[in-house]
């Protein structure tokens, strides 16, 4: 079954078909889930999507319109917060809410534990919307199987990249 069940954060499994499925937690950036829920992050290589599942509630991500991922600490956030740049992305990965969330609780000077949180944070292009670049950002607690969700996610960013234009000219 693809519903949530028993499992908890950061758990990886492979279902039956032989795709992975991740469970996070979700940060900010669906609108059609519950914040601070798991969210299982489910590979779809036959339908060429990510399925992603918030108890009953499911949506999906073609791979051809995910733009970019990326592994990032609430320090990298922080740190970049300080830029003009660094407030819209980080390293060409676009933050949306997220780096207001983050960003935000450095400069409460209430946190004072020096703890690291690290987020998964998905770039893809809205399927109602598909010249505009939206974002989520997942919670990491994965450690082993976090390579495998890696290799996969760069094997989709890498198999969906634009061809060079004939002639070279964008």
């Not at 000077?109 to 010249?131: A, L, W």
């Not at 974002?135 to 990249?161: H, P, S």
Request: aromatic share 10%; net charge positive.
């Amino acid at each position: 079954r693809d519903v949530l069940g028993s499992r908890g954060l950061g758990d990886v499994y492979k279902r039956q078909d032989g795709n992975y499925v991740f469970r996070f937690l979700l940060r900010d950036g669906l609108p059609c889930f519950r914040r601070e829920k798991a969210v299982d992050i489910a590979f779809d290589d036959k339908e060429q999507r990510l399925k992603l599942t918030e108890w009953e509630s499911v949506v999906y991500i073609k791979y051809n319109q995910i733009v970019n991922f990326a592994v990032l600490t609430n320090k990298d956030i922080q740190t970049q917060q300080k830029s003009v740049l660094g407030r819209a992305a980080v390293g060409g990965i676009l933050l949306g809410g997220l780096g207001a969330v983050v960003g935000g609780m450095s400069g409460t000077g209430s946190r004072t534990d020096e703890s690291i949180d690290t987020y998964v944070i998905f770039n893809y292009h809205p399927s109602d919307r598909p010249e505009e670049i939206e974002t989520f950002a997942v919670l990491k607690f994965l450690t082993r199987g976090f390579g495998k969700f890696k290799k996969l996610m760069t094997k989709i960013i890498d198999d969906n990249r634009p061809e060079v234009p004939e002639g070279g000219y964008l």
